[in-house]
């Protein structure tokens, strides 16, 4: 797919609940493949505690609160975030537990599961619903994403198949690592999942694209914007069976360290 679908594009055409359709666990094998790694990564860094602090802010969020679930139980405070009006609705229709809200608890049990089930799913929706504490608007592709507020550096910035979405070429995506990088303290983390060598995805019957990624790429743009990167981690798809869906070939995890001089 050549067109890039920037944000006039999504406000009129990303549906939160066509999207969502991926998150129903259990029942669509491409989005169980995603979450599922992505979850099994963001467990191993959130819930062994060898990454916390105060504050986190979830860049791009969607509609969707499965990236923080794991991320609850080591930030007191979480900060979602996303471009759409309709997403932020979605998330604080979730937040506020109003009719017509996702039912999370399939992934969420997942993730209890994950976690050694030290916690029940009721739990920890309790714990994470008061640990989001403000659904914002943002853009990646300006020079403050949360513009026109100023809120504090925090510790982590988290952002899950987003920065693909949002970018419309190389120079913008490094361009979106150094503004999302200025919402964090130096020496905080960025924690990024998503989707390599990627040209488009559906949501309904609305084809968006994605900007094609290698890990080259990503391995060269992350420290010449100032980061560390402390992991690198990717998985090949195992699911061909929708390519008309997505033609993602593999799925990455980094965890990068913003320098102390940055
Ligand atoms: C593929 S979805 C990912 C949503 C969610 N993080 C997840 O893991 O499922 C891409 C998201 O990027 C958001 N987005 C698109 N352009 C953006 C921009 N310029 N700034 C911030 N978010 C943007 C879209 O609204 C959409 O929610």
Redesign the pocket.
């Known amino acids: 797919m050549d067109e890039f679908t920037g944000?006039d594009v999504?406000q009129k055409e990303?549906n939160p609940q066509a999207?969502l359709e991926y998150f129903k666990f259990g029942s669509h094998t491409l989005g169980d493949e995603s979450i599922t790694y992505y979850l099994e990564c963001l467990c191993q860094t959130f819930a062994s505690g060898s990454l916390r602090g105060d504050t986190l802010i979830d860049?791009?969020?969607?509609?969707?609160i499965?990236?923080l679930m794991s991320a609850c139980e080591s930030f007191e405070t979480i900060i979602a975030?996303?471009?759409?009006d309709q997403?932020v609705q979605e998330i604080e229709k979730w937040r506020k537990n109003e009719p017509g809200a996702f039912d999370w608890s399939p992934v969420g049990i997942y993730v209890c599961e994950l976690e050694g089930k030290r916690t029940k799913w009721p739990e920890k929706e309790a714990k994470l619903r008061r640990a989001i504490q403000r659904v914002l608007k943002?853009?990646?592709?300006l020079q403050n994403?949360m513009a026109p507020l100023h809120l504090p550096p925090a510790d982590c910035v988290l952002?899950?198949?987003?920065l693909e979405?949002?970018c419309k070429d190389q120079a913008s995506y490094r361009a979106a690592l150094s503004n999302i990088s200025s919402l964090l303290k130096p020496g905080g983390h960025l924690v990024l999942c998503g989707v390599l060598e990627t040209t488009f995805?559906m949501v309904g019957t609305w084809k968006f694209s994605s900007l094609f990624l290698t890990e080259e790429f990503l391995k060269e743009a992350l420290p010449a914007s100032g980061f560390n990167i402390v992991q690198f981690k990717t998985k090949s798809r195992v699911d061909k069976g929708m390519l008309d869906l997505c033609d993602l070939t593999e799925f990455y995890f980094i965890v990068a360290q913003k320098g102390t001089e940055a």
């Open positions: 944000g999504y990303f999207y860049i791009g969020s969607g509609p969707t499965y990236q975030s996303d471009y759409l997403n943002c853009d990646v592709n994403p952002s899950t198949e987003c979405a949002a995805y």
